[in-house]
Each structure stands twice: as C-alpha cells, then as structure tokens.
C-alpha cells in the first residue's frame, strides 16, 4: 500500500531491515545529539510528515535491539499516528538502564507499522454475554 511521504530529513526513508520485517526501522533527526539519561525521556524527531489512508493508523514501536541491548524503548508503546495527522512523527523515548545514552542524527530509534483498523460504535446495553472468564482480571487465567 502506498503513503505519503515528505521527508525533511537527510536521512532516507524508513525501510524493511529484511524482506519479511513488519516494521521499517525510522531513524532520529535531531540536530544535535540528544543526552537520554537514565529514566529520563525525550521527543524525537524524524523529520517525516505522513498522509496515512483512513482505515489505517501507523504505530510507533520499540525496536527490540535497542531495548535489549541499551535499555531505551518507546514509552507509549505502540504510539498511535492517525490518518488525519500532518505533523512532524515524532518519537517519545525514555532511557530505563542505568547509563546515559546518546541518541545520533541517523540512529534508528523505532519501527512504523502500517495497520488497519475499525471504527467502534457503541451500543448501550443493561447485560453482556456470558463468557468462560467473566469478571476475572489480571492473572486471572493461570500462571502457566
């Protein structure tokens, strides 16, 4: 599916690491390098501006060699980018190890997931069906 893309970065446009990736790994456009230090969080730009299709939202989400290996994720894990946005995509990073981390012009920060979803309408009710579950909330289902 094509999207809109403007690119004010110097950096080119995100891509698939490998033929069957789900995320295109996006990268920082900061014009200087941004001192993430620990348990601290900072905005990100990317320099992109997005023309999504209705139907469709792109998610911001970690990518997991920088959480496993540095400890830096995306807070708002998945982040939502809704068709109806223009701004600049930007990237809420928080650092959660205990040593600073510096984030470069051209490091990959996240991945973008292109992906479809419904519009919710609500129907008020009294009662809802019954399931196997119920009420049961956290842990509720086993611990194997």
């Known amino acids: 599916m ?3 893309v403007i690119n004010r970065s110097s950096n080119p446009l995100p891509q698939y ?3 069957l990736a789900a995320g ?4 920082a456009n900061n014009p200087e390098p941004i001192v993430l230090e620990p348990l601290g969080r900072a905005m990100v730009p990317t320099g992109l501006y997005l023309e999504i299709p209705a139907g469709y939202e792109v998610q911001v989400r970690p990518r997991s060699g920088l959480a496993a290996k540095k400890g830096v994720t995306v807070l708002n894990a998945p982040g939502t980018i809704d068709a109806d946005y223009r701004g600049e995509v ?3 990073l928080v650092n ?3 040593e600073p981390f510096v984030i470069e012009k051209g490091e ?3 991945q973008l997931v292109l992906a479809r979803h419904e519009v ?3 129907e008020e009710t009294d009662n809802l069906a019954e399931s196997e579950r119920g009420a049961g909330g956290f842990g ?3 611990v194997k």
């Open 96 to 98: 959660l190890s205990s």
């Open 108 to 110: 990959r920060i996240a």
């Open 24 to 27: 295109l790994d996006v990268r």
């Open 2 to 4: 094509k999207v809109r």
């Open 140 to 142: 509720s289902t086993g």
């Open 90 to 92: 930007c990237v809420i």
């Open 120 to 122: 919710m309408e609500w």
């Open 17 to 19: 690491a490998s033929l």
